[in-house]
């Protein structure tokens, strides 16, 4: 069974870091991209960024370049998205989604269970 | 960049009643388009992708159609689990985007 588990809710203050992750299962970790979607509290969905585990090919929105970065280890099967400081507009809910095929066009066909993110100023 | 459309933003309807959701491309996306259920406090799950292909284990009573710029998201008869929010998502080369959302509200 695929599955994608997230890290716990974290609450931080401005300026802080934080790295939450999103661990796979059930299928080759290092043959699927690994997206990265934002939903702030009562809105939609924003695709954030991509990643391939294989060899940690990263693409972003350009709405999120240079604001996160996103991360993988292969050898824990484990993708991260990275703050290195934190802002109380990163309040959200986030979410890690699979590819569901690592190449051509493709929706997400498994999601993480989301990581609530917590900024007070 | 490709902007996404849904309407209606809300949508009030009762068990077993046929609903549409529709979502329109600022230009044409061909058929890259899947539609995704999420219930509340939980993770978005897809239903349907390349407008009209239905996901694995997804009930028959979801249907999407269309192609270009103007797609819709059927439910022939709306059960209790259904009561959601859906979005639709285009998708392309390392681009995704989604609509803003439809919320299916019991009457």
């Known amino acids: 069974e695929v599955q994608l588990v997230q890290s716990g809710a974290e609450v931080k203050k401005s300026g802080e870091s934080l790295k939450i992750s999103c661990k796979g299962s059930?299928?080759?970790?290092?043959?699927?991209?690994i997206a990265w979607v934002r939903q702030m509290p009562g809105k939609g969905l924003e695709w954030m960024g991509i990643?391939?585990?294989?060899?940690?090919?990263?693409r972003y929105s350009p709405s999120f370049q240079g604001q996160v970065t996103l991360s993988a280890d292969r050898s824990i099967s484990t993708a991260y998205l990275h703050w290195n400081s934190l802002k109380a507009s990163d309040t959200a809910l986030y979410y890690c989604?699979?590819?569901?095929?690592?190449?051509?066009?493709?929706?997400?066909?498994?999601w993480g269970q989301g990581t609530l993110v917590t900024v007070s100023s | 960049d490709i902007q996404m459309t849904q309407s209606p933003s809300t949508l009030s309807a009762s068990v077993g009643d046929r609903v549409t959701i529709t979502c329109r491309a600022s230009?044409?996306?061909?058929?890259?388009l899947a539609w995704y259920q999420q219930g509340a406090g939980k993770a978005p799950k897809l239903l349907i992708y390349?407008?009209?292909t239905l996901e694995s284990g997804v009930p028959s009573r979801f249907s999407g159609s269309g192609s270009g710029t103007e797609f819709t998201l059927t439910i022939s008869s709306l059960q209790p689990d259904d009561f959601a929010t859906y979005y639709c998502?285009?998708?392309?080369?390392?681009?995704?985007?989604f609509g803003q959302g439809t919320k299916v509200e019991i009457k």
């Open positions: 989604a699979r590819q569901m095929s690592r190449d051509g066009y493709n929706p997400f066909d498994y």
């Open positions: 059930g299928y080759s970790f290092t043959n699927y991209w």
């Open positions: 990643i391939y585990p294989g060899d940690s090919n990263t």
């Open positions: 230009q044409s996306i061909s058929s890259w």
């Open positions: 390349k407008a009209s």
């Open positions: 998502q285009h998708y392309t080369s390392f681009f995704w985007t």
